[in-house]
């Protein structure tokens, strides 16, 4: 077996490092004192601003062990997904998840804490799935680790996926194992002239067709459908579903990370989820449909509270993702959960974080 494993030579500097941070969180458990954790600051507009004092976590990096042939990678924290990357295609293979960054600096820790997924996220599976195991520091300034760092060793996984998501409010990310995939041998992108509805229509369908697609798409009156996989495979499923054919992938990584024409708008931005084949939805401004439809990005001034009615009659819910300090402080960032669900998040969070240290007030104002 392939291995390649950097813990032995950086198991005292990691010590050092987790020491480090530990000492860092027993003085903020000790003070009372909260902590807005941060790595690379690249999606610090998600979720409310933080006023609590920065614990920078970059300093914590570097790849822990990599097993190429097991498909599991560790890394720590303050690793970027750069380096990351870069590390994972020299042997052919990625993030399947396909995360985006928003900035070179973004970490791995800021990543798995917002559980950001791209384009393939219908068709490969959200970041959670991916995440086998995770080591961090708790709210009592103790180091744990949750799952394990392969397929076969994954007790305790349930919390190893409540961390994923829980945007640094449940304890801080030391390291992360994630489960890795082989870079597809191919991909193509085929385009087609289409209206929003049958956009909708003809990207739900694929979804029961045994092609490989791994990303759909409409934007601006185009809709986009990314193929993966060997050479002969696409290339028959690309005569089959029809449409220009375009080798460039740059559509992809550029609505991955919002660097798209849509994107250039100043107005509040909204992200939508909804089930399957629903409808437009009767709102003003600009939408574009990812995840089949399933995911839209809607620019609008309309009011808050007609956005999140609209979603949630039709079984979704609505993120205020880029806005105003006042709208978001006004609207809330997140839709708010049931009474009931709001008491177990609670529950979660004293069980975690019983001093409230770890990023108060990032996710809902209640703590």
């Given at each position: 077996?392939?291995?390649?494993?950097?813990?032995?030579?950086?198991?005292?500097?990691?010590?050092?490092?987790?020491?480090?941070?530990?000492q860092r969180v027993t003085e903020a458990v000790e003070k009372k004192q909260p902590l807005n954790l941060r790595g690379g600051a690249s999606k610090e507009f998600i979720g409310f601003a933080s006023t609590a004092t920065t614990l920078d976590?970059?300093?914590?990096?570097?790849?822990?062990?990599?097993?190429?042939?097991?498909?599991?990678?560790?890394?720590?924290?303050?690793?970027?997904?750069?380096?990351?990357?870069?590390?994972?295609?020299?042997?052919?293979?990625?993030?399947?998840?396909?995360?985006?960054?928003?900035?070179?600096?973004?970490?791995?820790?800021?990543?798995?804490?917002?559980?950001?997924?791209?384009?393939?996220?219908?068709?490969?599976?959200?970041?959670?799935?991916?995440?086998?195991?995770?080591?961090?520091?708790?709210?009592?300034?103790?180091?744990?680790?949750?799952?394990?760092?392969?397929?076969?060793?994954?007790?305790?996984?349930?919390?190893?996926?409540?961390?994923?998501?829980?945007?640094?409010?449940?304890?801080?990310?030391?390291?992360?194992?994630?489960?890795?995939?082989?870079?597809?041998?191919?991909?193509?992108?085929?385009?087609?002239?289409?209206?929003?509805?049958?956009?909708?229509?003809?990207?739900?369908?694929?979804?029961?067709?045994?092609?490989?697609?791994?990303?759909?798409?409409?934007?601006?009156?185009?809709?986009?459908?990314?193929?993966?996989?060997?050479?002969?495979?696409?290339?028959?499923?690309?005569?089959?579903?029809?449409?220009?054919?375009?080798?460039?992938?740059?559509?992809?990584?550029?609505?991955?990370?919002?660097?798209?024409?849509?994107?250039?708008?100043?107005?509040?931005?909204?992200?939508?989820?909804?089930?399957?084949?629903?409808?437009?939805?009767?709102?003003?401004?600009?939408?574009?449909?990812?995840?089949?439809?399933?995911?839209?990005?809607?620019?609008?001034?309309?009011?808050?509270?007609?956005?999140?009615?609209?979603?949630?009659?039709?079984?979704?819910?609505?993120?205020?993702?880029?806005?105003?300090?006042?709208?978001?402080?006004?609207?809330?960032?997140?839709?708010?959960?049931?009474?009931?669900?709001?008491?177990?998040?609670?529950?979660?969070?004293?069980?975690?974080?019983?001093?409230?240290?770890?990023?108060?007030?990032?996710?809902?104002?209640?703590?």
């Amino acid at each position: 077996m392939s291995t390649t494993d950097l813990s032995s030579s950086n198991t005292s500097a990691d010590n050092d490092l987790t020491d480090t941070l530990q000492q860092r969180v027993t003085e903020a458990v000790e003070k009372k004192q909260p902590l807005n954790l941060r790595g690379g600051a690249s999606k610090e507009f998600i979720g409310f601003a933080s006023t609590a004092t920065t614990l920078d976590v970059s300093g914590h990096t570097g790849i822990v062990s990599y097993e190429p042939t097991e498909l599991v990678i560790t890394a720590r924290g303050g690793t970027t997904l750069e380096s990351l990357n870069a590390t994972l295609t020299q042997h052919g293979q990625m993030l399947p998840f396909e995360p985006p960054a928003f900035s070179p600096a973004a970490t791995l820790g800021g990543t798995i804490a917002c559980a950001l997924s791209g384009p393939a996220r219908p068709y490969r599976g959200a970041t959670r799935d991916y995440v086998l195991g995770c080591r961090v520091i708790n709210g009592h300034a103790h180091a744990l680790r949750f799952g394990g760092e392969v397929m076969k060793n994954v007790a305790g996984y349930d919390v190893t996926r409540l961390m994923t998501g829980a945007m640094g409010t449940l304890g801080l990310l030391l390291d992360t194992s994630l489960k890795v995939l082989p870079l597809p041998e191919q991909e193509l992108t085929l385009i087609t002239e289409s209206t929003a509805a049958q956009a909708i229509e003809d990207m739900q369908s694929m979804a029961g067709l045994s092609q490989p697609v791994t990303a759909s798409a409409f934007i601006d009156g185009r809709k986009y459908i990314r193929l993966s996989g060997a050479n002969n495979a696409i290339t028959a499923a690309a005569k089959t579903i029809g449409g220009e054919i375009s080798s460039s992938q740059q559509v992809w990584s550029d609505l991955r990370e919002h660097k798209l024409e849509f994107f250039n708008s100043d107005l509040p931005l909204w992200r939508i989820s909804v089930p399957p084949l629903t409808p437009e939805l009767p709102l003003s401004g600009k939408c574009l449909y990812d995840w089949a439809g399933m995911q839209r990005w809607l620019f609008s001034t309309d009011d808050p509270t007609v956005i999140r009615s609209a979603v949630e009659s039709n079984g979704g819910h609505a993120t205020l993702y880029r806005a105003s300090a006042t709208l978001k402080n006004n609207a809330g960032v997140f839709q708010q959960p049931e009474a009931s669900i709001m008491q177990l998040h609670k529950r979660i969070k004293d069980e975690f974080d019983p001093h409230g240290i770890f990023n108060p007030g990032r996710m809902y104002t209640e703590f």
